[in-house]
């Protein structure tokens, strides 16, 4: 694959690097509201994630492109998608998939248990891996985080973009919240594509713990090396908003309780008519990017109170 440097532009805001194409056509901030769809358990999440899959699979001809969620909101779905892979029933569905990640910590060894992609692993067991069409993770063990973050962007962009963008939801200070990892007053914009972000002790924190919640063995050394990561890596606006269909799944508010006052928030927030005004309120609490786009579904759980 040749990456081409020159079709991205790079941004710079307060240390936050964000890597954009660049486009003529003008963005309108249209908030579509979002309708949350309670399920009674984390299992019937992840039936209801997958069937999202299977509709987009019948709907559409090749290949299909999908961002994993990491965390605790996906663990339904990959785990029954790791069941589907020990069969043959779903064997040419699953040849169709190219997988992608859609954040990570840097710098960090690529086998470090508390990276996203040793998670998927997992869960989602070998013969996921054997039979999907390609994965494709955001490389933390190199020298040059920003090449190697456009050389992701380039294949994500020569395959045709996102057709399921799997996402969470996760708190903030505040009562704000972050999508991906776009992180609340981090600048990024409706054209960003992908970020680069600098990391904090909290957050750090709060991967380490989620990853221990969700049953992960974490060694001493892994621990430390996690520590020490300075950056996020993490899809933009752009490409959330440029994928054909958006999945969100909120499912672990007993063990995270902020969620239910920060996912409130982005609830029952109105996005300005304003431009300037809604920039300041995307860029104050990224959750609210969910609100733009036209084809959502949110996944939640009775404990989140809507």
Known sequence: MTVNHSSFTRDENNSNVWLSQNSDQEFKYTDQGI??????????????MLNE????????????NIALLGGRGAQELHRLLGEIAKGTEQDALLARLNVFTQDALAPMGMKNGLS??????????????KKIKSFTPMRTDTEDIESSLIGYL????????????????????????HLAYIKPFSGALNHHVAGIIPISSTILEHHINKFKAG??????????ECRSAKYILTLGPAAILGAKKIVQSVVDADS??????TYANVLNTRISADKEEA???LNANPGLWIRLHTNTKSFVLPNLGV
């Not at 899959?53 to 299909?64: Q, V």
């Not at 996203?116 to 891996?129: M, P, Q, T, W």
């Not at 380039?154 to 009562?175: A, M, S, V």
């Not at 995270?256 to 006052?261: L, T």
């Open 35 to 48: 309708s949350p769809i309670v399920l009674e358990s984390e299992a019937e999440v992840g039936k209801a």
């Open 53 to 64: 899959l299977y509709s987009t699979a019948a709907a559409k001809e090749g290949d299909i």
């Open 116 to 129: 996203f992609v040793r998670d998927f692993e997992r869960i989602l067991g070998d013969d996921f891996f």
């Open 154 to 177: 380039t294949k994500l962009e020569e395959l045709g973009g996102l057709d399921i963008f799997f996402i969470g939801h996760g708190p903030e200070q505040n009562q704000a919240s």
């Open 215 to 224: 049953g992960s063995i974490i060694s001493e050394s892994d621990e430390k």
């Open 256 to 261: 995270a309780p902020a969620k239910i006052q």
């Open 279 to 281: 920039m300041q309120q």
